[in-house]
């Protein structure tokens, strides 16, 4: 769903609103708030907007809740690509300890010395 609004007819609390309106239903179609700008250019620049306020302590702590309620992350996309690269090398990590030996009280001295 997407909205298509005149913001010179509503104040500033409210555009915050109807956008985080626009998010919510965004997070519910694609399960995730990480806007691609291809996808919704308007969407997209209000999430960097309020991750820049965030970091410059000027975000309300309510607006702050409501993002965080639905999974809002404070990272921008660079960033998230990043934490995604690290996520995959901590799941191979995790693959490589699943296939190690299983620990037993029948092999426990073959894991200490």
């Not at 997070?27 to 306020?53: D, I, M, P, T």
């Not at 490589?96 to 037993?104: A, D, K, Q």
Request: proline share 2%; with cysteine; hydrophobic share 30%.
């Amino acid at each position: 769903i997407r909205l298509f609004v005149e913001y010179g007819k509503f104040n500033s609390s409210e555009k915050w609103q109807l956008m985080f309106d626009e998010m919510v239903a965004y997070e519910k179609e694609q399960g995730n708030c990480f806007v691609a700008h291809s996808n919704n250019k308007s969407l997209y620049a209000w999430a960097n907007s309020q991750r820049r306020k965030y970091r410059e302590s000027k975000l309300p702590q309510v607006q702050r809740q409501m993002l965080e309620s639905l999974g809002f992350s404070w990272q921008g996309t660079r960033q998230r690509k990043k934490t995604d690269a690290d996520d995959l090398d901590d799941e191979r990590s995790t693959k490589r300890i699943r296939r190690s030996p299983e620990l037993t009280v029948d092999n426990l001295g073959d894991f200490f010395e």
